[in-house]
């Protein structure tokens, strides 16, 4: 049986990981084993916060609108109560966008949820 040398493919695997891990900080970017284990561990992170950005970016949405509507003399809660009587079925993130940038508009979709608030 003929010997099979494995240093090309070895070296070629560590320098993958070191390429990836390019930018880390102290031996995490030059020392193979701990490179690894950081990358590892950033996929983690990676995998977990691109699922945690949707729940911030929602969050973000709801304290504009609040802090929006507010100026209307009413809270957010009534606000989206409001606006499902009145058959408006705009999404939190246009309505946060509109309230951000064309708050002329955002004021005429308030006027109309508030015609349907029961006092």
Request: aromatic content about 8%; proline content about 1%.
């Amino acid at each position: 049986m003929t010997r099979i040398k494995r240093g090309v493919m070895s070296h070629k695997r560590r320098k993958n990981v070191l390429r990836r891990a390019k930018g880390f900080e102290n031996g995490k970017k030059n020392k193979f084993i701990r490179a690894k284990e950081h990358l590892m561990h950033a996929g983690v992170y990676a995998f977990r916060d691109r699922r945690a950005k949707k729940r911030t970016m929602r969050a973000l949405w709801l304290i504009r609108l609040n802090a929006a509507v507010r100026e209307y003399g009413i809270s957010y809660s009534r606000f989206i109560n409001a606006a499902k009587n009145a058959k408006i079925d705009i999404d939190r993130k246009v309505l946060s966008d509109l309230a951000l940038n064309n708050p002329e508009i955002f004021a005429k979709i308030v006027e109309k949820a508030k015609t349907q608030i029961k006092q």
